[in-house]
């Protein structure tokens, strides 16, 4: 893990870049109060084990085999870091739905929240893409070299959705503004354009 600060950076810019987790997350706080957040958080971060687990290591495989797959990939992830930086950039920040509604069970929002996670195409192409080329398919400890980073990122999951968790109540009119939006839009897109220009400018380790 030569890079390991590099893809800290890297999976905290992608959880915490706005889509249908932080919704969740940021809705639940609002409507429910921050302890009862708490199941769909785990539960996202559950669902992001498994999409890991399924993509990177089917991936893996191919990529380990064969340096085109690994090029092509590459660029691939490249151009989605970018994409994802130019619609972030020019797209309003997803309204929040902030009416009052009857809590539900935490199970029920742990199940929630793994769905959402599974079945969210950022997550699924991230593993697919940019996780497989922070990982040394020919290592000794390969394992624990996966293990390691699907761990990092899970913990990340959950640090950074209890901290939207904590700060949803008292943000919850400045995100919702126009130049709040635009503030969150343009940082975190031009951080993801910055990455997808360093992935396809980086050469195999």
């Known amino acids: 893990m030569d890079h ?5 950076a890297l999976a905290a810019v992608t959880v915490l870049s706005p889509g249908p987790g932080v ?4 809705s639940n706080s609002i409507r429910f109060g921050f302890t009862n957040t708490m199941g769909g958080i785990l539960g996202i971060a559950f669902g992001t084990f498994a999409v890991a687990t399924v993509s990177a290591t089917s991936l893996g495989l191919i990529l380990v085999a064969s340096s085109m797959a690994f090029t092509i990939m590459k660029y691939v992830g490249s151009a989605y870091l970018i994409y994802l930086g130019v619609k972030m950039w020019r797209s309003p920040v997803v309204k929040v739905d902030i009416k009052e509604s009857v809590p539900t069970t935490k199970t029920k929002r742990f199940i929630e929240g793994t769905i959402i996670q599974v079945t969210n195409p950022k997550a699924v192409f991230f593993f697919m893409s940019v996780f497989p080329q922070f ?3 020919t290592a000794e400890n390969v394992v624990g070299e996966f293990a390691a980073l699907v761990f990092t990122y899970s913990i990340l999951v959950i640090a950074i959705h209890v901290s939207y968790a904590l700060m949803a109540k008292s943000a919850q009119y400045w995100i919702t503004t126009p130049n709040g939006k635009r503030l969150v839009n343009k940082i975190g897109g031009g951080i993801f354009i910055c990455f997808g220009i360093g992935l396809a400018t980086a050469s195999r380790a």
């Open 4 to 8: 390991y600060l590099i893809f800290l």
């Open 23 to 26: 919704l969740l997350t940021v």
């Open 135 to 137: 990982v040394d398919y």
